[in-house]
C-alpha cells in the first residue's frame, strides 16, 4: 500500500519508513509531498492526536495517511511527560532540553523505581473517512545517564527490557543496559513501541481495506 506519513519529525519518519518498506509499503513524507500543515495536537491522549494528524493531513492530500502519536510514560512521574513528551522542557522538539530535564526530575530516584514505557498509537486514515487506531508498548527504565548515538528523542536515556530482530526473536533480554540509541535499527524496530503498533496494523490492513469495498 502507498502511505503518506503525517509528521515533519525526521527521526520518526526514518522509522516509519523502516517499517513499511520492511512490510512491504511505500511511504512519503508530508514535506516530500509539499504540504507544510502542522496540525494542532490538542488531543489528551495518544489515540486522539494520531488521529488529529492522519485525518488533516488526508483531507488535504486525499491519501491514504499514517500517522503516529507516542512519548515516554515514567512511573515515578505519574505517567509524565506522556503526551507532552515532545514539548516537556517547554519547546516542542527540543530533544536536549527534554532529556536535561528528565535527569533533573528522577535525579534522586534509585534505578528499582525508574520504571517506565514508552507508548506509541499509529492511525491509518482512508480517503473515505474510516479510520483506525493500533497501539504499541515498550517496557524499559530511564537510565541516569545519556548513552549511544542513534535514534532521537529520549532514546539515549530509555534502556528497553528486550531487544530483538525483525522476523526472527524480538524477546532477547537487554542483559547489557544498552539504550534505545546503542540498539542498531533493526533491533530497535524489532521491539520498539512504534514497531509494536505497526505489527499490529499489519496484521490487521488488508481486512480494515476490505472492510470498506463494497
Aim: hydrophobic content about 35%.
Amino acid at each position: 500500500m502507498d502511505f503518506i506519513a503525517a509528521t515533519n519529525n525526521k527521526g520518526k519518519m526514518a522509522e516509519i519508513r523502516r517499517i513499511l518498506e520492511r512490510m512491504g509499503h511505500t511511504v512519503q513524507s508530508q514535506r516530500e509531498a509539499g504540504i507544510t500543515l502542522e496540525p494542532e495536537e490538542n488531543g489528551t491522549t495518544f489515540a486522539e492526536n494520531a488521529k488529529i494528524k492522519a485525518k488533516a493531513i488526508c483531507e488535504v492530500s486525499g491519501r491514504a495517511t499514517i500517522a503516529d502519536d507516542s512519548g515516554l510514560c515514567v512511573d515515578a512521574l505519574g505517567g509524565a511527560p506522556g503526551v507532552y513528551s515532545a514539548r516537556y522542557s517547554g519547546v516542542h522538539g527540543d530533544d536536549e532540553a527534554n532529556n536535561d530535564k528528565l535527569l533533573r526530575e528522577l535525579a534522586d530516584v534509585p534505578e528499582e523505581k525508574r520504571g517506565a514505557h514508552f507508548a506509541s498509537c499509529v492511525c491509518v486514515y482512508l480517503p473515505d473517512g474510516r479510520c483506525a487506531v493500533y497501539e504499541g508498548i515498550c517496557p524499559g527504565r530511564i537510565g541516569f545517564e545519556r548513552r549511544g548515538d542513534n535514534g532521537f528523542g529520549y532514546d539515549p536515556l530509555f534502556i528497553p527490557e528486550y531487544t530483538g530482530i525483525p522476523g526472527k526473536d524480538a524477546s532477547i533480554i537487554n542483559r547489557e543496559g544498552r539504550s534505545y540509541a546503542q540498539l542498531t535499527a533493526d533491533e530497535k524496530d524489532a521491539v520498539s513501541h512504534r514497531g509494536q503498533a505497526m505489527k499490529k496494523m499489519e496484521a490487521e490492513l488488508e481486512k480494515f481495506i476490505a472492510d470498506g469495498v463494497q
